[in-house]
T-cell receptor, first 114, second 114 residues
Framework: DTGVSQNPRHKITKRGQNVTFRCDPI?????LYWYRQTLGQGPEFLTY????????KSRLLSDRFSAERPKGSFSTLEIQRTEQGDSAMYLC????????????FGPGTRLTVL | DAKTTQPNSMESNEEEPVHLPCNHS???????IHWYRQLPSQGPEYVIH???SNVNNRMASLAIAEDRKSSTLILHRATLRDAAVYYC???????????????FGKGTLLTVNP
């Protein structure tokens, strides 16, 4: 399967714990996006990378959130000191840096903070 | 960001055509019209995009009004697997990846009856 993969698919954690999610994009894609989706809403943009450079962060990305893409391939999203409000589906997408930039999404990681 | 307006929900019968409308009265000349859909428990999936002319692909057709202030996604023969939330999204052409972050609304929930 050459699509976008995300791990883990589900994560349950206690409030205050740190969690890390991984996204493996489609291999030739140089752009990588993170989105967050809460129940009943459409996905919301969090941040995006072009190769290893993080070029934009949403105001939704508080200082407890950090994302990396160290070698321009896979990416990690870490949430420190999780809060119940962080419970959501975290989606990763990748794309080629062409004019249209069609994004291909992974299945998401569902985070539940107890 | 230019906004889109879609009905909250629509219903169709299997093997009948479905026309999903989208209004985008503040669209600018450089905005592409994208459609993505999200099946239950999956990440969003690209469906089709267009700029000015009508477009066809294996999944659907996109009809764009002459003034570009509205568009319609056409599923020619709905199947049960087409039941999903359909999102109409505008994104600007050119000038870098940050313009390509997708701004999702709540979309249209399509129910397909057998």
């Amino acid at each position: 399967d050459t699509g976008v993969s995300q791990n883990p698919r589900h994560k349950i954690t206690k409030r205050g714990q740190n969690v890390t999610f991984r996204c493996d994009p489609i291999s030739e894609h140089n752009r990588l996006y993170w989105y967050r989706q809460t129940l009943g809403q459409g996905p919301e943009f969090l941040t995006y990378f072009q190769n290893e450079a993080q070029l934009e962060k949403s105001r939704l990305l508080s200082d407890r959130f950090s994302a990396e893409r160290p070698k321009g391939s896979f990416s990690t999203l870490e949430i420190q000191r999780t809060e119940q409000g962080d419970s959501a589906m975290y989606l990763c997408a990748s794309s080629l840096a062409d004019q249209i930039d069609t994004q291909y999404f992974g299945p998401g990681t569902r985070l539940t903070v107890l | 960001d230019a906004k889109t307006t879609q009905p909250n929900s629509m219903e169709s019968n299997e093997e009948e055509p479905v026309h999903l409308p989208c209004n985008h009265s503040t669209i600018s000349g450089t905005d592409y019209i994208h459609w993505y859909r999200q099946l239950p428990s999956q990440g969003p999936e690209y469906v089709i995009h267009g700029l000015t002319s009508n477009v066809n692909n294996r999944m659907a057709s996109l009809a764009i009004a002459e003034d570009r202030k509205s568009s319609t996604l056409i599923l020619h023969r709905a199947t049960l697997r087409d039941a999903a939330v359909y999102y109409c999204i505008l994104s600007a052409v050119g000038s870098g990846g940050s313009n390509y972050k997708l701004t999702f609304g709540k979309g249209t929930l399509l129910t397909v009856n057998p």
